[in-house]
């Protein structure tokens, strides 16, 4: 199993970060309080690159280069769309291995440990070029034959698939997959990481995608940690050595959040219904989508396109220009309902 730890000759780009979620739909469960740890983004080359380097933040862009000039890693970062771009440049042999950032499981004074819990959120776009390459890990020991507890990749998925989402540590299913036809497809991830806190309490790990559970899993690793920055974190980017005939991976996520001390949703079922959305002229007046969740909770939306439509503060859709546009409608589940699966329904602003 590939891990998403640096190696010894890893040329790293260091960035201090603040994320927040500005069209994000919001964290599964309830009671969650949002962190913001230190991140950094790690860039690599191969195990025979030269010695780390660092970038200091607020440079939005960073890229790493072979000993010819050429561009072989990169990353960037859109602060209005709070988005990161993640490429592996090439093909086998001759592109970079590593472009992610890890969040650093950091509180004021000391890493996390035993029996905490944390969430992660975001948006994650793969494309073509993608195999084999890791999006998200959770890293929570430091033995490294048992620390990606779980890894999520991105692949092709075989002949007409066209990219799919596989799971990397899923106890007796080694190669659980989810979804097909991906490739420039946006979904949601959130994975809940439950942390055990003895040999006889297990953790859990849950990973919802566009709101349904496909992930639930013990995790019976005591976490640990390395001073200062600790070895319990979790990853998101582009990782994984490029393999012929495939070239140039990259990954977009957005909104990416960080949450900790809440709870995982409920188990019954609710669902979403949610209307077509007719075409709408530059300049109409904000509407409300009337999307209903089965449950009665409340509904959320997210903008795909915020230069079209934008979501506001009071859930209604503002119509801000011509194009395409997809809103997403979700409800994040309580104590009692397990989170809707996500309906989208897409519309023209002419």
């Given amino acids: 199993m590939k891990s998403c730890l640096p190696r010894t000759r890893t040329v790293l780009a260091t960035v201090a970060l603040t994320l927040t979620a500005q069209q994000a739909i919001g964290q599964v469960g309830t009671n969650w309080s949002t962190q913001d740890h230190r991140r950094k983004i790690h860039l690599q080359a191969d195990d ?13 862009n960073q890229k790493i280069y072979n000993s010819s000039g050429t561009a072989i890693a990169e990353y960037a970062y859109n602060s209005t769309l709070e988005q990161h771009t993640f490429r592996l440049l090439g093909t086998e042999g001759t592109a970079g291995k590593r472009s992610e950032i890890r969040i650093e499981d950091t509180l004021t004074t000391s890493n996390y440990g035993m029996g905490q819990v944390r969430q992660f959120e975001g948006y994650v776009t793969f494309y073509q070029g993608t195999n084999n390459q890791c999006l998200l890990q959770i890293w929570g020991h430091e033995d490294s034959s048992k620390a990606a507890q779980l890894m999520i990749d991105g692949y092709e998925g075989g002949t007409g698939v066209n990219g799919q989402i596989r799971f990397s540590g899923v106890p007796g299913e080694p190669n659980k997959s989810y979804g097909s036809n991906l490739y420039g497809q946006e979904v949601k991830i959130n994975v809940i990481h439950r942390q055990e806190t003895s040999s006889s309490t297990q953790g859990r790990i849950y ?7 496909v992930v639930d899993m013990v995790d019976d690793l005591t976490p640990t940690n390395i001073s200062p920055i600790g070895s319990n974190y979790m990853k998101f980017g582009c990782y994984g050595g490029v393999r012929n005939p495939y070239s140039n991976p990259r990954s977009v996520w957005e909104s990416v959040s960080y949450f900790s001390g809440g709870q995982a949703p409920g188990n019954n079922d609710q669902f979403i219904t949610f209307p077509s959305i007719s075409t709408k002229q530059s300049g109409s007046a904000p509407f409300s989508p009337n999307a209903v969740a089965s449950s009665g ?21 503002k119509i801000e220009g011509p194009g395409s546009v997809t809103i997403w409608a979700s409800q994040a589940g309580n104590s009692q309902y397990a989170p809707a699966k996500v309906v989208k329904r897409t519309f023209t602003v002419q």
């Fill in 48 to 60: 025979t690159s030269p010695a780390p380097q660092s970038f200091n933040w607020p440079q939005a």
């Fill in 207 to 213: 990973v919802y995608i566009d709101g349904e559970k």
């Fill in 297 to 317: 909770l409340p509904v959320k939306y997210r903008s795909s396109n915020i230069s079209v439509a934008s979501v506001t503060s009071d859930n209604r859709i």
